[in-house]
């Protein structure tokens, strides 16, 4: 079982930047492949980010290519999303997801999940 607890999130201006962490639970963190989703109000969660169990492997939404980066810290069980040159239509629920499968930006293929973290940028 993997708990995640996303934080970070806040009201930021547009153009600013703003870096989300997600600190898992548990011994198999370092095992697990991990993704950042966000949810606008009034649509679906999206993919944003995943990561791969050593760091080798980075995949971005093309939303957020050349402005965001995710990383981990195995030993803080700690995940990262860096959001720089941020737009109001980046304003979301930020959701953490952790998967003991391959890389995916399917939700289906994340097990487990956060609470979220909201960001909201401004005009």
């Known amino acids: 079982q993997v708990q995640l607890v996303e934080s970070g999130g806040a009201l930021v201006q547009a153009g600013g930047s703003l870096r989300l962490s997600c600190v898992a639970s548990?011994?198999?963190?370092?095992?697990?492949?991990m993704g950042w989703f966000r949810q606008a109000p009034g649509k679906e969660r999206e993919f944003v980010a995943a990561?791969?169990?050593?760091?080798?492997?980075?995949y971005y939404a093309d939303s957020v290519k050349g402005r965001a980066t995710i990383s981990r810290d195995n030993a803080k069980n700690t995940v990262y999303l860096q959001m720089n040159s941020l737009k109001p239509e980046d304003t979301a629920v930020y959701y953490c997801?952790?998967?003991?499968?391959?890389?995916?930006?399917?939700?289906?293929?994340?097990?487990?999940w956060g609470q979220g973290t909201q960001v909201t940028v401004s005009s």
């Open positions: 997801a952790a998967t003991g499968g391959i890389l995916t930006t399917r939700e289906r293929g994340y097990d487990y």
């Open positions: 548990g011994r198999t963190f370092s095992s697990k492949t």
């Open positions: 990561i791969t169990w050593s760091g080798s492997t980075t």
